[in-house]
């Protein structure tokens, strides 16, 4: 059958070029409770301002104990996910939102990879054309094998098929949905899936968060909330747990973390990460439409605001995109806020399109005026020659979707201090100052062969988009998921890595 990819043709990023980084400047602070205190409405222009946390700190104070460094990191292998491609109940054009369910799948714990994963399916289709996608179904661990060859890995086997348990809700969030997911089994609420909902050109005036259960017979979707009163760009890519020890002494209790970070830098350039609570004592649900009160841990300046590259993550290009997030912990106390995604790593980006004479060449959209299409690495414009786009009658047209392009990109894991957000829970860093301390290319470990028929949209060799997909990890095991995009045809495959 002909499957219909998930992106919208041509959509328009609308977003502002800006300059290269700059961390200079200062943003003020203020001593606001952080015990659940009430939210009031604030500029969404405008770079929120960090909270203290509960437990003083003195400066330099170590929290969480070492680092989780790269070489704490074994690649144990991939395994393939299970079913057809019907739509919309299929894995292919999937991968959205994924996490791990440790109460999953007692009777496979034996094989060492205990525990589910909850994965979404085909995103949603605007328009009607696929108005039930992104349903979730639970699926068993399969042993990884290492290696590239699809032939010989296992393949998981559904425990949950799939549901569409947001039937009726977020109903006009459906072009190129942006989903997270997050277990949690709380004794104030019992097990819940936390979710997060937003799509690419995203409404300001639709709340982003809700819960589920994880008995997708009968998932009773609960909440729709939004967190506090920041800009929905900036909160509903990806979710992840917060250790509860540590969110007890930093954020008041607020142990789930969410956040998004879309090409363009309209949410932050740079991941995000905003602490929340949707409870209350007894374990209920806010009521719906509450703006509930978050942590900012980490929050860059949004390129919307400011036409510089400035108060960003260190090396920022706008096509960078970071699909998923987990706070990493070990037995022997090491810990790393880990963002897995696909980065941006040419000397030049631009938006526009791919150039048909080779990677480097750049290829601007002609038709946009209104800001700089084209910028070195270093956040300087590209000399003239580069701006005249390359998509005329005469050169055959364009051969990509448009959107942000550089001239490589390349899949990385970036890990960040847990010390460091600690310091901006507790006023003593700003929310755009931590930076990452380590980085890993894993594109050595990835199969890197999309299907031909979407080469147009994602790209191919050094110029290859959308490599990863979300991130779900085992803390107790200490395994990492990551879901590589258009690995198995159209559908995702997971990569698995030992961390300890």
């Not at 041509?10 to 980084?21: A, D």
């Not at 809700?210 to 967190?227: C, E, H, K, T």
């Not at 395994?479 to 995009?485: A, G, H, M, P, R």
Request: net charge negative; proline share 7%; aromatic share 10%.
């Amino acid at each position: 059958m002909e499957m219909k990819i998930r992106w919208a043709a041509g959509l328009v990023c609308g977003t502002l070029m800006v300059f290269g980084c700059n961390l200079a400047g200062a943003i003020q602070t203020d001593s606001a409770s952080p015990d659940l205190p009430q939210s009031t409405p604030e500029s969404q222009d405008a770079v929120p301002e960090s909270r203290p946390a509960p437990a003083e700190m003195e400066a330099g104070q170590a929290i969480s104990g070492a680092r989780l460094q790269p070489e704490d990191f074994t690649y144990l292998g991939a395994f393939r996910l299970p079913g057809g491609d019907d739509l919309p109940r299929t894995f292919a054009y999937g991968g959205n939102a994924m996490t791990f369910n440790p109460d999953g799948d007692p009777a496979g714990a034996a094989d060492g990879f205990p525990g589910s994963l909850f994965v979404t399916g085909h995103d949603r289709i605007p328009y009607g054309d696929l108005p039930d996608g992104d349903q979730v179904a639970e699926v068993s661990i399969p042993v990884p094998l290492a290696g590239k060859n699809l032939e010989t890995m296992n393949t998981a086997e559904f425990l949950q098929d799939f549901k569409n348990i947001a039937a009726n809700v977020f109903t006009e969030l459906d072009e190129i949905p942006k989903v997270g997911m997050v277990y949690l089994n709380r004794e104030e609420t019992g097990p819940l899936i936390h979710l997060a909902w937003g799509e690419h050109l995203q409404p300001q005036d639709q709340a982003s968060h809700a819960w589920f259960s994880p008995d997708l017979s009968n998932p009773r979707v609960q909440g729709f909330w939004f967190i506090g009163w920041q800009d929905l760009y900036s909160v509903n890519g990806y979710m992840f747990e917060i250790p509860d020890e540590w969110a007890r002494a930093h954020t008041g209790g607020r142990v789930l973390a969410t956040g998004r970070m879309r090409d363009g830098g309209q949410g932050g350039m740079g991941p995000v990460i905003l602490a929340y609570r949707p409870w209350l004592e007894d374990g209920s649900p806010m009521p719906t439409g509450t703006h509930l009160d978050e942590v900012p841990l980490l929050l860059y300046e949004k390129s919307s605001n400011t036409e510089e590259i400035t108060r960003c993550m260190q090396g920022y290009q706008h096509p960078d995109e970071w699909e998923g997030g987990a706070w990493l912990t070990t037995e022997g106390g090491k810990s790393a806020v880990l963002f897995a995604g696909t980065k941006a790593t040419g000397n030049k980006y631009w938006y526009g399109y791919v150039n048909p004479t080779g990677a480097d060449q750049v290829c601007v959209d002609a038709h946009v005026t209104d800001y700089p299409t084209c910028r070195l690495a270093d956040g300087s414009i590209c000399p003239a020659s580069d701006r005249g786009g390359c998509c005329s009658e005469d050169s055959g047209g364009c051969i990509s979707m448009r959107g942000w392009w550089s001239n490589r990109f390349d899949t990385q894991f970036i890990l960040y201090d847990p010390d460091d957000l600690a310091r901006v829970a507790a006023g003593e860093m700003e929310t755009w100052q931590p930076q990452p301390y380590a980085s890993m290319d894993i594109d050595e470990h990835l199969l890197l062969s999309p299907p031909e028929w979407e080469i147009q949209m994602v790209g191919s060799g050094d110029q290859r988009r959308y490599r990863i997909g979300d991130v779900a990890f085992d803390r107790v095991s200490g395994l990492l998921y990551v879901l590589e995009q258009y690995a198995d045809g159209a559908k995702p495959l997971v990569h698995v890595w030992q961390i300890k």
